[in-house]
């Protein structure tokens, strides 16, 4: 089996902008929730308190965002330093090591999103783990190794 770093940084990127599109989503239903209370509100202490609190679900988003960014950039630009920009450039040995050096790391890059690296028994496994073991892919016959 060969690791191929294209699908792994490829499927990265969509489980990254998935998590951010899910979380902004969500967070826009809450501030709509929000912002129908704000239009009815009267008292001024109240109405300061709903604009703040879209403030906050405004900033956790743009957390998000930024914080799935950094990681896919992280995760790319480590590859592309150590190992050129070759769609089978790491092994998969190699890979097991940026993911474990990125993890240790994780709060300093994406602390918002650190709780990917964290096993899940309901889920299978940790997300990153999954996208490692699904970027291994059987060469055709008679290809190198």
Known sequence: MVFSTDRFITELGKQLNQI????????????????????????NE?????????????????????????????????????????????????????ITEISNDINKIAPHISWLFEDDDYIGGNIIQNIYNSSFFAPAEGQPV
């Open 46 to 98: 109240k109405a300061l308190a709903h604009m703040n609190e879209i403030g906050t679900l405004a900033e956790m988003c743009t957390n998000m965002k930024h914080d799935c960014e950094a990681l896919e950039s992280a995760f790319a630009g480590m590859f592309r330093r150590e190992h050129g920009s070759g769609k089978e450039a790491a092994t998969g040995l190699d890979a097991m090591r940026i």
């Open 20 to 43: 951010a599109d899910d979380f902004i989503n969500d967070m826009a239903d809450d501030a709509h929730i929000v912002a129908r209370r704000l239009t009815g509100e009267l008292d």
